[in-house]
Each structure stands twice: as structure tokens, then as C-alpha cells.
């Protein structure tokens, strides 16, 4: 669907022209970085919502992937619609938006994202080796090599809401950008009076959605 910045009923057909530059590379990369948040705060719900439950290896699946979703949204990377552009670290930005308990929150996530999921130097997965002797009773010996791994599925319950809260803050915040960027952009573009040129490139478009 095509989401518009003017008040059109949803399920018109509209034409569409296609824009570059930085106007439009910006209100793309916002866009993006929400969709990264609206999935890192849905993977945080479902993790919760599976807490006690059996299914440890989707509940963990959930967890990382939220995680990695929210370390997306809140770095750098390839941007939209500009040559060579860079979609924007906003965590500067976004973090004293927070309160000082979700700061804490904020900052248990982001470690875990860096070093528990995106790099193994966390005290979130556990390894030791170690030499197995025969029990007293038995002649000394040595009766093999024991390997022992412990893996973190997740955080309690009480962490998920927290960061599925934070989520909900950025995102509030970005969806009003988002939406102030969309109109700015349509009334430059209404601004040029190029509404000919638009028309003779325009090629059609999904059904509108407000």
C-alpha cells in the first residue's frame, strides 16, 4: 500500500512519480528505522508472551531478532534515495527522550545487542571444559572430558515490557517525524508548480492508505 501524506480516501488509485534527493532519502530512512522498531517491539511481545512456555529455541529466536532489529535502528547503514547516502544514527537523538529507567533498559539492550548476540564477548552465553575423575570408590582415573555450555534465551518478563516500551517511545517520536516530513515534502513539490512534468512521468500506483 501506498501511504500519502494528503487526507485521500484509502483504496484510490493514484499515479506515482518517483523521487531522489536528500528531502525524500530522509523521510525513506525514518520509514525504514520505524519498521526496524515497529518489528524489534513486536519480537519483544511475542518473547514475553512465550515466558514459561516450552518452546525455548522460538522464544530465543524472537528475542535475538528483536534485538538485532533495535541495534539496526539506532546505527548507521546504507540510506534511501541519495547516491552513496547513509541512513542517520538517530540514538543521540532518541535517548534522553527516555526515562532514567528506561535509559537502563535502553543500555541492557543495546549491550546485549553488541555483545551477546552480535558478538560473543558477553557474560550472556557460558563455556567450560573440564576433566572428569573416577569417584572415590573407584581406582583413581581418569574417566573422561566433560564439555559444558549454558545459552541465554532471554530476560525476564519484566525487561521485555521495558523494552518493548522504549520501542514504543522512539516510534512515537519518528511516526510524527515521518508524518511532518511527508507533508513538508508534498508542499515543495506542489511549491515548483511542475504538476505537467509530474503527470507525463507518472506510471500507476497501489491503492492509497491514510
Given at each position: 500500500?501506498?501511504?500519502?501524506?494528503?487526507?485521500?480516501?484509502?483504496?484510490?488509485?493514484?499515479?506515482?512519480?518517483?523521487?531522489?534527493?536528500?528531502?525524500?532519502?530522509?523521510?525513506?530512512?525514518?520509514?525504514?528505522?520505524?519498521?526496524?522498531?515497529?518489528?524489534?517491539?513486536?519480537?519483544?511481545?511475542g518473547?514475553?508472551a512465550?515466558?514459561?512456555?516450552?518452546?525455548?529455541?522460538?522464544?530465543?529466536?524472537?528475542?535475538?531478532?528483536?534485538?538485532?532489529?533495535?541495534?539496526?535502528?539506532?546505527?548507521?547503514?546504507?540510506?534511501?534515495?541519495?547516491?552513496?547516502?547513509?541512513?542517520?544514527?538517530?540514538?543521540?537523538?532518541?535517548?534522553?527522550m527516555?526515562?532514567?529507567?528506561?535509559?537502563?533498559?535502553?543500555?541492557?539492550?543495546?549491550?546485549?545487542?553488541?555483545?551477546?548476540?552480535?558478538?560473543?564477548?558477553?557474560?550472556?552465553?557460558?563455556?567450560?571444559?573440564?576433566?572428569?575423575?573416577?569417584?572415590?570408590?573407584?581406582?583413581?582415573?581418569?574417566?573422561?572430558?566433560?564439555?559444558?555450555?549454558?545459552?541465554?534465551?532471554?530476560?525476564?518478563?519484566?525487561?521485555?515490557?521495558?523494552?518493548?516500551?522504549?520501542?514504543?517511545?522512539?516510534?512515537?517520536?519518528?511516526?510524527?517525524?515521518?508524518?511532518?516530513?511527508?507533508?513538508?515534502?508534498?508542499?515543495?513539490?506542489?511549491?515548483?508548480?511542475?504538476?505537467?512534468?509530474?503527470?507525463?512521468?507518472?506510471?500507476?500506483?497501489?491503492?492509497?492508505?491514510?
Amino acid at each position: 500500500m501506498t501511504t500519502v501524506a494528503g487526507g485521500l480516501p484509502p483504496g484510490m488509485l493514484l499515479a506515482q512519480v518517483g523521487l531522489t534527493g536528500p528531502a525524500a532519502g530522509w523521510v525513506a530512512d525514518v520509514d525504514s528505522i520505524c519498521r526496524d522498531l515497529v518489528f524489534a517491539k513486536q519480537c519483544a511481545e511475542g518473547y514475553a508472551a512465550m515466558i514459561g512456555g516450552e518452546d525455548h529455541v522460538v522464544a530465543r529466536a524472537l528475542w535475538n531478532a528483536g534485538l538485532i532489529a533495535y541495534r539496526r535502528a539506532l546505527n548507521t547503514g546504507r540510506g534511501h534515495l541519495v547516491k552513496k547516502g547513509s541512513r542517520p544514527r538517530l540514538l543521540d537523538d532518541l535517548v534522553p527522550m527516555l526515562s532514567d529507567t528506561q535509559k537502563e533498559t535502553h543500555e541492557l539492550a543495546y549491550e546485549m545487542a553488541n555483545q551477546h548476540v552480535a558478538h560473543r564477548v558477553g557474560d550472556h552465553e557460558l563455556a567450560s571444559v573440564g576433566i572428569l575423575l573416577n569417584p572415590p570408590s573407584a581406582p583413581r582415573g581418569v574417566a573422561g572430558v566433560a564439555l559444558l555450555g549454558a545459552h541465554m534465551i532471554g530476560p525476564e518478563l519484566g525487561v521485555a515490557e521495558k523494552f518493548a516500551a522504549v520501542c514504543e517511545v522512539f516510534l512515537n517520536a519518528l511516526e510524527a517525524e515521518r508524518s511532518q516530513s511527508l507533508q513538508a515534502l508534498q508542499e515543495a513539490v506542489i511549491a515548483t508548480g511542475s504538476l505537467d512534468e509530474l503527470y507525463a512521468k507518472a506510471v500507476p500506483a497501489e491503492p492509497s492508505s491514510n
